[in-house]
Nanobody, 120 residues
Framework: VQLQASGGGLVQAGGSLRLSCAVS????????MGWYRQAPGKQREWVAD???????NYADSVKGRFTISRDNAKNTFYLQMNSLKPEDTAVYYC???????????????WGPGTLVTVSS
């Protein structure tokens, strides 16, 4: 199973970016999908997640500005980031809880990360 994130880049404060994460490989089902981020010199922190049924959760720091969504047919999920702030600058990592076969255990996989830089 591989995760590939894309969509990072440089944006001015107040701008928007949309991150995508495509999950590929031997997959039976994908349960929770999520995003984490790690700013320079800081610990990795959880940003948002979405369940198979579409329930979403957000960190307080991004609530109202970021939206997580998923396309189950494409095994792809997204993070729409609006009203970006310099403090959103970080490497963003996607994660997916994957079952590779019927009745198999769920394993969490991580993508390699994509850099988001927000200039003031």
């Amino acid at each position: 199973v591989q995760l590939q994130a894309s969509g990072g880049g440089l944006v001015q404060a107040g701008g928007s970016l949309r991150l995508s994460c495509a999950v590929s490989g031997s997959i039976f089902s994908i349960n929770d999908m999520g995003w984490y981020r790690q700013a320079p010199g800081k610990q990795r922190e959880w940003v948002a997640d979405i369940s198979l049924g579409g329930s979403t959760n957000y960190a307080d720091s991004v609530k109202g500005r970021f939206t997580i969504s998923r396309d189950n047919a494409k095994n792809t999920f997204y993070l729409q980031m609006n009203s970006l702030k310099p403090e959103d600058t970080a490497v963003y990592y996607c994660t997916a809880d994957v079952n590779r076969r019927v009745g198999g255990r769920t394993t969490t996989y991580w993508g390699p990360g994509t850099l988001v830089t927000v200039s003031s």
